[in-house]
C-alpha cells in the first residue's frame, strides 16, 4: 500500500470553487465579486460592500434603500434574548456570549429548517442587523449600565458606537471603522469560514454554521489575533523594549501575534490600507507610546524574521483608540464576517457535496480485545 501524501493544516489543497472573493498571494491582492478590496475601502459602506457579497452586485441607490430599511428594522433583539444574555457570567469571553446569541436567534427563529437561498438570506441579513445590539449590550452589562436600543435613523456603524458608548464619535473614526469592516468581511476559505462550509455541507442550518464559525473565529491563530496584539503592546510597553522582548519571544519560538499569514507570505494586500487609516487617526498624537511601540514591533519583525503584519495588527490598534474593551475586538470582526461566513453557507448549498477527508492511521495495528474479567 502506498502512503498518502498528508496535507496537514489542509495547507496549499483547493478544496472546492467560489465565486465569492479571489485572494491572490502573487499579485498581493483580494477582490470581491471582482472588485479590489482596496477601492471597495475608499469608495463605498460597509452596508453596500454586505450587498455586494451577497448579491454578487454593488447595489444601485433603490436596492440600498431597501436593504438598509430592511437591516434597520431588524436591529432590536426579543426580551427573551436579552433575558438569556443578562443571566451570561461577567467574565466570559465576549465571543461565547455572540455564540449563545446566534445559537438562541436560531433556535426561536420559526424559518431555521428553511434552506432556501430566499430564507438564508433573511437570516443573514437578520444577524448582520442584530450581532452589533448584542455585542453593545455585553459591553455595556459588564460595566453595570444600562443597554442602548438601536436606532434605525442611524447606519450601521454610528448605530454601533451609539449603542457601545452613547454618543456618535467624529467622522474620522467612524470612517476607519467602517474600512475595518470592509477589509475584514470576506478572506475566502479561511478557518472559519471552511468550518461554516462544513457545516453546512451537512446539510445543517445556517445558524449552526454561523455558531460553529465564531467558535473558530475564536481562536488566537485566527481572529482572536486582534486582541491578542493589544496584549502584546500591553506587555512590551515602551518602544525601547520591543528588541528585548522580541529575543525572548523568539528564543521561546513564541508567535507574535499579527504578523504572518498562512496565504499571504510578503504581506497581507489588507494591511496598507487599515494602516492608512490608522495613520489619519494618530496624526493627533493621541496613541502616544503605543503608536511608536507598535512601529518598533513591525520593523523588526520584518527586520529580523522577514515576516509581515496582518490585518489584526493595525485593526487591534485602531478598535483600541476607538475605545472598545480589548475583549470586543473579536465580536467586531463577527459583526463584519458574519456577511462573508453566510455567503459561503449560501454557495455550499448551491452545489453541496459532503465534506469529509480522509486521515492516515498511525495507531496501533489491529489487535485481539483482551478477555474482560
Ligand atoms: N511569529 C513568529 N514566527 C512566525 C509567525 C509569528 N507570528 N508566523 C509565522 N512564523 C514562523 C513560524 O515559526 C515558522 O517558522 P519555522 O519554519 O522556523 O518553524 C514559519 O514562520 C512558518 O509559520 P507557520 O506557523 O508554519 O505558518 P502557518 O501558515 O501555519 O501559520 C499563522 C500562519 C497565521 C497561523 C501564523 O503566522 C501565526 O501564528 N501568526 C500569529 C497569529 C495571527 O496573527 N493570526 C492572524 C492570522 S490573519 C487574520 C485572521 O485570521 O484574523
Request: aromatic share 6%.
Amino acid at each position: 500500500q502506498t502512503e498518502p501524501t498528508i496535507h496537514r493544516g489542509l495547507a496549499g489543497v483547493v478544496v472546492d470553487t467560489t465565486s465569492v472573493s479571489m485572494v491572490n498571494p502573487e499579485t498581493n491582492s483580494l477582490t470581491y465579486r471582482g472588485y479590489p478590496v482596496q477601492q471597495l475601502a475608499a469608495a463605498c459602506t460597509f452596508e453596500e460592500v454586505a450587498y455586494l457579497i451577497w448579491h454578487g452586485e454593488l447595489p444601485d441607490p433603490g436596492q440600498l434603500e431597501a436593504f438598509t430599511a430592511d437591516e434597520r428594522s431588524r436591529r432590536a433583539i426579543s426580551p427573551e434574548l436579552q433575558q438569556v444574555l443578562l443571566a451570561m457570567p461577567t467574565d466570559c469571553h465576549p465571543m461565547d456570549v455572540l455564540r449563545t446569541a446566534v445559537s438562541w436567534i436560531g433556535a426561536a427563529d420559526p424559518t431555521e429548517e428553511d434552506a432556501s437561498p430566499e430564507a438564508n438570506l433573511a437570516k443573514s441579513v437578520d444577524l448582520l442587523a442584530k450581532l452589533p445590539t448584542v455585542v453593545a449590550l455585553d459591553q455595556r452589562r459588564r460595566q453595570g449600565r444600562e443597554p442602548i436600543a438601536p436606532d434605525p435613523e442611524l447606519a450601521y456603524t454610528p448605530n454601533f458606537f451609539r449603542m457601545c458608548f452613547g454618543e456618535v464619535p467624529g467622522d474620522d473614526v467612524l470612517r476607519a471603522f467602517d474600512v475595518s469592516l470592509i477589509l475584514y468581511a470576506e478572506h475566502s476559505f479561511n478557518a472559519s469560514t471552511f468550518t461554516a462550509r462544513v457545516v453546512t455541507s451537512t446539510l445543517s442550518d445556517l445558524h449552526s454554521a454561523v455558531t460553529a464559525a465564531i467558535g473558530a473565529l475564536k481562536g488566537p491563530l485566527h481572529g482572536g489575533a486582534n486582541e491578542a496584539v493589544m496584549h502584546t503592546l500591553d506587555e512590551i510597553g515602551t518602544a525601547d523594549r520591543v528588541s528585548g522582548w522580541l529575543d525572548e519571544a523568539l528564543a521561546t519560538k513564541r508567535k507574535i501575534m499579527g504578523f504572518g499569514h498562512r496565504v499571504y507570505k510578503n504581506g497581507d494586500s489588507r494591511v496598507p490600507t487599515m494602516q492608512a487609516e490608522l495613520d489619519k487617526i494618530t496624526a493627533d498624537g493621541r496613541a502616544g507610546d503605543l503608536r511608536a511601540t507598535y512601529d518598533a514591533l513591525g520593523a523588526e519583525m520584518l527586520a529580523r524574521k522577514s515576516i509581515h503584519p496582518n490585518l489584526d495588527y493595525p485593526s487591534g490598534l485602531v478598535y483600541h483608540l476607538m475605545g472598545f474593551e480589548t475583549a470586543v475586538f473579536t465580536p467586531i470582526f463577527v459583526m463584519s464576517r458574519i456577511t462573508g461566513w453566510t455567503a459561503h453557507v449560501m454557495e455550499q448549498l448551491a452545489g453541496n457535496a459532503l465534506i469529509r477527508p480522509l486521515s492516515s492511521y498511525v495507531g496501533p495495528a489491529e489487535r485481539a480485545v483482551p478477555p474482560r474479567s
